[in-house]
């Protein structure tokens, strides 16, 4: 659907984007996450066309987005905040994306609005930040565009508002359809991600099916015999999280760490359900945050 | 090659949704300037206006009757001007401000498209406004006791004449916030534009006549050609009669639509905020404000200070760097991205 090839981009001379590569297929929900300043928004600016790449290529369905504009008619941006609409009533913006995107779905769009008791008649700007996220959300899913991307869509929406923003979304994906998600909050995308991908420095670090991960990966929390931090807990295939005391909770990449710890014959060997925040920190947080 | 509509109706109404105050108060400005003053000074004016009024219109003024009547039209013009002005500044300058540009930018539209259509909602917009103002402005007149001296086809060439002044105006002031980052700086360089070419004749004579540059005859035989006054925007207003160059000025209006759509198409979103969106036309500012600069100081160190060619480089010197700083300190400032 979307092919993603080898990004680069700058801004003011500091490179932001340095090499992003993946794919993007239909039926699928795809997290975005990399830590602050990673180049999430600036990835996303860039796959619909708001930015140009320096170097490399975003295509869908076979053509250069930002070449052909009119592939965009199936690539819905929906931004952290509506700002570009705020001058605009509810009812406005509907009649206008009615008039861009040809799939628009009005009754879609007012049953959302009705569900989420926010006003057709009222200004964009008028609504709290919460209600404009659900507003745009509404709106970016009523186009029927084949790929939507949110940067950030629970940003200031409360727990109950959040909860029906997440069923929308997981409602509109049907299997020819896909969404991006870039988003901060890692337990809302574990439950509803098929694949992530991690942004470090600029780069795809890596890009996870979720549900190979959970198979392939284990959290154990274990504790060893003696004072001395085995040297097993340095391999390249095990991540510390955390250690408290004698007591270390890592992440198992492979089957080989795991019989190799079994051969240390540790006090303590429990599994622990693995998270996507667990897998986040184990890879983009530096292992610098041992307590 | 994909096929683009010219008239997108979303655009068009967002566009107008948009601007459309704008729409209004040039209406209001033309009509109260145009028809409301000919109305007055027809019927509710003290009766030494009105006899005046009628005086004036009954002259013969460049060969045509009531050629003082057309010539009220200017003060209408001016505002009609201002209204168009303001217009691109707020589909450009303002749109960069408040983050439309970026949410255009990710909508199904080649960006050439999205300049196109601000270009033609403006040109729309002035010929509504001078085709309802002069109508009306018709009807009164030709309803009044002075109807003798009016003429359709004199208002109709009138208002030809002002729909092509305002619209070259509006496709100039468009242009320059095609590759201007603020609001503010394609204000600057607008006015900049009105007034270039008289500081430019003025500073680059007093060069000439500082440093005796001595020209051959057929390049001050192309120096006197009249040509170069065409590119005086101001003149572009204020030249009245016979002269004017609708030629040069449809070519050079036209090389500016299509300019702002070359530069539109690729405009980095990312230096939104920044005076200017191309590095390599900020560098370019610089290098012809410094010179333009160094002009101006070296007539007023000539001037004011050392009535000679010492005098005059001292003042060029000083008026570079100046400017230099200046503009140095401004093309960094960043108000909002």
Not at chain 2, 34 to 57: C, E, G, T
């Amino acid at each position: 659907m979307m092919r993603v090839t080898d990004v680069h981009k700058a801004i003011d001379g500091k490179p932001i984007l340095r090499g992003v590569s993946f794919t993007i297929e239909p039926g699928k929900i795809v997290g975005l996450v990399g830590r602050n300043g990673a180049g999430k928004t600036t990835l996303l600016r860039t796959l619909v066309g708001v930015y140009d790449p320096d170097r490399g290529s975003v295509s869908y369905d076979g053509k250069d987005i930002h070449t052909y504009a009119a592939c965009k008619q199936d690539v819905v941006f929906v931004p952290d905040a509506p700002a570009a609409l705020e001058m605009y009533t509810v009812r406005e913006c509907a009649a206008w994306y009615g008039m861009i995107y040809p799939k628009f779905d009005l009754f879609f769009f007012t049953s959302a609005m009705e569900r989420f008791k926010l006003p057709m008649h009222k200004r964009v700007r008028t609504l709290s930040k919460g209600m404009k996220m659900l507003f745009s959300t509404a709106l970016g899913l009523a186009t029927k565009a084949r790929l939507i991307l949110f940067d950030e869509p629970t940003n200031g929406v409360d727990a109950v508002a959040k909860k029906q923003l997440l069923s929308l979304i997981v409602d509109s994906l049907h299997e020819n359809n896909s969404i991006v998600i870039s988003s901060h909050m890692l337990s809302e995308l574990d439950r509803i991600a098929d694949t992530v991908v991690l942004l470090q420095d600029g780069r795809t670090e890596d890009v996870w099916e979720l549900e190979l991960l959970r198979e392939q990966m284990k959290k154990l929390q274990v504790v060893f015999n003696g004072d001395k931090s085995p040297m097993w807990l340095h391999r390249e295939d095990v991540f510390v999280l955390q250690q408290v005391g004698r007591v270390y909770t890592v992440i198992l990449e492979s089957n080989e760490a795991m019989t190799e710890l079994q051969e240390l014959k540790p006090l303590l060997v429990d599994e622990l359900p693995l998270t996507l925040e667990d897998w986040f920190i184990g890879k983009a947080g530096d292992n610098d945050d041992e307590a | 090659m994909t096929k683009h509509k010219l008239f997108v109706k979303a655009l068009w109404w967002k566009e107008y949704r948009q601007t459309r105050v704008i729409l209004w108060l040039m209406l209001l400005a033309s009509l109260f300037f145009i028809l409301y003053v000919h109305m007055w000074k027809l019927w509710w004016a003290p009766q030494s206006i009105r006899d005046a009024f009628v005086q004036n219109i009954s002259h013969v003024y460049h060969g045509v009757v009531g050629g003082n009547l057309y010539g009220d039209y200017g003060s209408g013009l001016i505002f009609i001007l201002f209204g168009s002005f303001i217009l691109s500044i707020w589909l450009l300058g303002q749109e960069r401000r408040n983050q439309l540009n970026e949410h255009m930018f990710a909508l199904p539209y080649p960006r050439w498209i999205l300049y196109l259509t601000k270009w033609m909602i403006g040109i729309v917009y002035i010929a509504i406004t001078i085709v309802i103002t002069l109508g009306l402005d018709f009807v009164v007149l030709a309803s009044s006791h002075v109807s003798e001296y009016v003429s359709i086809g004199e208002v109709v060439v009138r208002g030809l004449h002002m729909i092509f002044v305002a619209a070259s105006i509006y496709t100039l002031s468009l242009f320059l916030g095609s590759f201007t980052g603020t609001w503010s700086m394609q204000v600057a360089l607008f006015l900049l534009c009105m007034t270039l070419f008289d500081f430019l004749t003025f500073v680059i004579r007093k060069f000439v006549r500082v440093f005796m540059v001595s020209t051959t005859k057929s390049v001050q035989s192309v120096l006197d050609t009249g040509v170069w006054d065409n590119f005086n925007v101001g003149k572009w207003v204020t030249h009245e009669g016979p002269g004017y160059s609708y030629g040069v000025i449809s070519v050079v209006a036209i090389l500016l639509l299509l300019g702002g759509m070359w530069l539109y198409s690729r405009n980095r979103t990312e230096n939104n905020g920044k005076q200017f969106i191309f590095p390599a036309i900020e560098k370019a500012y610089i290098v012809v404000g410094v010179i333009f600069a160094a002009l101006y100081g070296g007539y007023l160190g000539y001037d004011f200070f050392y009535p000679g060619r010492i005098g005059y480089v001292c003042g060029a010197g000083v008026g570079a760097v100046l400017c230099y700083l200046i503009i140095r300190i401004f093309t960094h400032i960043r108000p909002r991205r």
